[in-house]
């Protein structure tokens, strides 16, 4: 990772601080706060298929997927995004909750033939947003993939379709093919960005994270997991797939995620309570899951909100007597963040 730092530095990396400034029309992001897990042996897969919400069996070399881990409660303890390289699985997941996920998923190890390691230093990330993204990505011999979660490769060069509204892909590399990538693409002009403003093209994707503030927080259905192809319901047992598969068939959900902007002084973090007049309970009537500024004061926003309390029309506030959330709707109804 060093190495890697090293070489932005001395290629004297100008990053585009202002989030707001749509007219940049491609970006390129340096994706070192994203932390990488490798799965390596002979069980990954039977062992993974245990751990996760999704069906391994579709990770393949040209398909990744969004998965969830969850406690035995199913309670998300990371979101993770799956993919494979030569008979090793990478579970990508923001580098706080990395060394969090080892230490659970070692615990169910046994006797498994698998081994489960730090490998955000052997395999490098960056990203790349906008319009002329598969003209760039075909200068440099790479391909964007047509669907989403779907994975092309050319070398040592792996690239990932993300959800959008214009194209956005992760591409993932050994030190020297990234670098020569990197250095490819800012001389074709792409602007370097920042880790805030990829984090605002999720959220407006609709994509959320898990983090330490909101770690066993929220079910995978709170968050549109199942909207956003990120569990299974045919694959069989997992750890917390008793909780998740009864919400599904016989529970009634209460609470799912919507996407929001809000003016505040105070930027909003995940993890933050929401508070609504309509509330039948005197609990929180949600919290944030992801943020980021849109400008010095507005932010774009992921919220869990209860069902019953949006759709009352009553004021979402941060906090009990906080900045309202002004959520998106379509027609009289509000439609859930990963549907839209």
């Not at 330490?212 to 569990?231: A, H, K, S, Y």
């Not at 930027?267 to 944030?288: I, Y």
């Not at 932010?299 to 998106?328: K, M, P």
Request: charged share 15%; proline share 3%.
């Amino acid at each position: 990772m060093t190495q890697w730092h090293d070489f932005l530095n001395s290629h004297a990396v100008s990053i585009e601080t202002n989030s707001a400034n749509h007219s940049v029309i491609n970006r390129l992001f340096d994706l070192t706060h994203l932390g990488l897990i490798a799965v390596r042996g002979a069980d990954a897969a039977t062992f993974l298929q245990g751990q996760l919400t999704n069906d391994i069996r579709v990770v393949t070399a040209t398909q990744s997927q969004l998965s969830g881990c969850c406690t035995q409660k199913g309670r998300l303890l990371a979101l993770v995004h799956v993919l494979c390289i030569s008979d090793t699985f990478y579970l990508q997941l923001p580098a706080e909750r990395q060394s969090a996920l080892i230490k659970h998923l070692k615990n169910y190890v046994l006797r498994s033939k698998v081994t489960l390691t730090d490998a955000s230093a052997e395999l490098l990330q960056i990203g790349l947003t906008g319009a002329d993204s598969a003209a760039l990505l075909a200068n440099c011999g790479l391909t964007l993939p047509t669907t989403v979660n779907a994975m092309t490769s050319n070398g040592e060069l792996h690239v990932i379709r993300l959800a959008g509204a214009l194209p956005r892909v992760k591409i993932f590399g050994d030190f020297q093919a990234i670098s020569a990538l990197w250095t490819q693409l800012t001389a074709a002009q792409v602007r370097p960005a920042t880790s805030t403003e990829w984090r605002l093209s999720e959220i407006q994707a609709g994509i959320p994270q898990i983090y330490d503030r909101t770690t066993e927080v929220f079910v995978p259905q709170m968050i549109n997991l199942q909207l956003l192809d990120g569990i299974s319901f045919r694959k069989g047992c997992y750890t917390g797939q008793e909780v998740v598969a009864r919400m599904q068939h016989i529970g009634t959900l209460k609470r799912q995620m919507y996407r929001a902007e809000v003016t505040t002084d105070t930027p909003p973090q995940p993890g933050d309570e929401l508070f609504c007049a309509a509330s039948t309970s005197q609990q929180a009537s949600g919290r944030v899951v992801d943020a980021a500024p849109l400008n010095a004061q507005r932010y774009a926003v992921l919220a869990v909100v209860e069902i019953s309390a949006v759709t009352s029309g009553e004021a979402v506030r941060l906090g009990e007597n906080g900045a309202e959330l002004t959520l998106e709707l379509t027609k009289a109804s509000v439609t859930p963040a990963s549907a839209m």
